[in-house]
């Protein structure tokens, strides 16, 4: 009688972070409606989804230590987690963003019309690769806009203030701030598919010791999404449910969800966790990083830190890999044996 406290206590723990975003909106509705717990059981863990309303403070719980998993993109994957020094292994590569970010203008329609403005954003986010991006398209640079750093909730808001007359953002606030008379988007995330991927990731030692737990957060995610993105009346329920999470609607929910290219199949993420499309995308995302300075006080060259690919080839350091792409366990999905 007296062990029976002390098994439960050994009983395997681990925390994960999520934020909202479209792309992300599945980890809440997982945890809310058991698949979390089922597939925590099916291991013999204890799994703990939390939302956090704030993106950035997300990566940086579990930068310190205080989660073994969250949603982030590749960009901030490398450059918060990885350049602090933290192994982190991308369990599942989930989507792009392929509408879902963009650039948006007060009273203009082009983005050349963006020189000079002050533009608020979340600073060295995936928002400022991906003005960076779109400036490269009309001639300009970083050097001529000032990026006002801007928290993400804060986003709609400040939009509808006289002083704010440019922004970047991503959804569920590009869909919010669209709706106002003046806004117009003049680029987004579509012009360059594949660049802005959106992850689940856990720290590197913790998988190797409890592979069991990328194997459940692998189940919990391909269950919820097959559920999310079916033609039944449970489909629609998942998704409405989400749509209010997120702070909108079904409908409003379908349209970011149209905006996102998402691997609902796991298949289809292997391969394209495997492509030279990928590869070429982590490709621009380190040297923006390297060219603003967020790969480490100091960092000698772009290849500082290691990004290790599917296929184990590495871009950068091999002595130095911090940030992993392991099609493990989304394979074993695909191959039905989780």
Do not use: C
């Not at 998993?69 to 020094?85: C, E, Q, R, W, Y």
């Not at 802005?196 to 190797?208: F, G, R, S």
């Not at 990328?214 to 559920?227: P, S």
């Amino acid at each position: 009688m007296a062990t029976a406290p002390l098994q439960a206590q050994t009983k395997p723990s681990f925390k994960v972070a999520w934020s909202i975003y479209a792309g992300w909106m599945p980890w809440g509705y997982a945890q809310d409606s058991g698949i979390v717990q089922k597939w925590a059981d099916k291991y013999g863990i204890e799994i703990e989804v939390t939302q956090f309303n704030d993106y950035v403070e997300s990566m940086n719980q579990y930068t310190a230590g205080a989660y073994d998993a969250v949603t982030l993109t590749n960009m901030d994957g490398l450059s918060i987690p990885a350049a602090g020094g933290v192994d982190t292994t991308a369990v599942i590569v989930g989507d792009f963003s392929d509408g879902n970010d963009a650039v948006i203008l007060k009273g203009k329609d082009k983005l050349e019309d963006i020189k000079g403005e002050s533009v608020n954003l979340v600073e060295f986010s995936v928002s400022e690769y991906l003005l960076n991006r779109g400036l490269e398209t009309v001639g300009l640079t970083g050097r001529d806009v000032k990026i006002v750093n801007t928290a993400d909730p804060d986003m709609v808001g400040a939009f509808q203030t006289a002083d704010v007359q440019a922004m970047v953002t991503w959804n569920p606030m590009v869909s919010e701030i669209a709706k106002l008379d003046d806004a117009h988007i003049v680029f987004d995330s579509s012009k360059i598919p594949g660049e802005i991927l959106d992850l689940m990731v856990a720290n590197t030692d913790t998988l190797k010791a409890h592979p069991e737990f990328g194997k459940a957060l692998a189940g919990i995610w391909y269950e919820t999404v097959a559920l999310m993105t079916s033609d039944t009346p449970e489909g629609a329920k998942a998704r409405a449910a989400m749509g209010a999470a997120s702070g909108t609607d079904q409908a409003g929910f379908e349209e970011q969800l149209a905006a996102t290219h998402l691997f609902a199949d796991p298949v289809k993420a292997v391969s394209f966790t495997q492509s030279k499309e990928m590869a070429d995308g982590m490709d621009h995302v380190r040297n923006f990083l390297f060219d603003k300075g967020l790969l480490g006080a100091g960092a000698p060259s772009v290849d500082v830190i290691g990004i290790e690919l599917a296929d184990g080839t590495v871009l950068g350091d091999e002595s130095n890999v911090k940030l992993r792409f392991d099609t493990q366990f989304m394979q074993a999905a695909a191959d039905n044996a989780l």
